[in-house]
Nanobody, 127 residues
Framework: QVQLVESGGGLVQAGGSLRLSCAAS????????MAWFRQAPGKDRVFVAA????????TYADSVKGRFTISRDNAKNTVYLQMNSLKPEDTAVYYC????????????????????WGQGTQVTVSS
């Protein structure tokens, strides 16, 4: 059974950096768009970033543009989120997700219906 497992979360001071990883076990991520979402306490889960199946196109929420970078290594079945210049408002549980309904999709990545999720990893940014 395919699973997505996030790692790399933790506690960091404002201005610091973290790198999240999302590894797939039991299957391949290769053909699918992948994304990161986050959910802060008491708030809805929101889109953060997405990457095309081949890594050639990325898209970001305005709140993280210029600070976060999404990438993927299909040979390692892993997607990454490099987070720099972290702010307290970045505190949330971060989830990776795959859109398994759209292999080799090349259109708008931010409004896909991502249907397969990891369990999340906590990121806490102190001021």
């Amino acid at each position: 059974q395919v699973q997505l497992v996030e790692s790399g979360g933790g506690l960091v001071q404002a201005g610091g950096s973290l790198r999240l990883s999302c590894a797939a076990s039991g299957g391949t991520l290769g053909p699918y768009p992948m994304a990161w979402f986050r959910q802060a306490p008491g708030k809805d889960r929101v889109f953060v970033a997405a990457v095309r199946w081949d890594g050639r196109t990325t898209t970001y929420a305005d709140s993280v543009k210029g600070r976060f970078t999404i990438s993927r290594d299909n040979a390692k079945n892993t997607v990454y989120l490099q987070m720099n210049s972290l702010k307290p408002e970045d505190t949330a549980v971060y989830y990776c997700a795959a859109d398994r309904t759209s292999p080799y999709f090349t259109g708008n990545l931010s409004n896909r219906k991502y249907d397969f999720w990891g369990q999340g990893t906590q990121v806490t940014v102190s001021s």
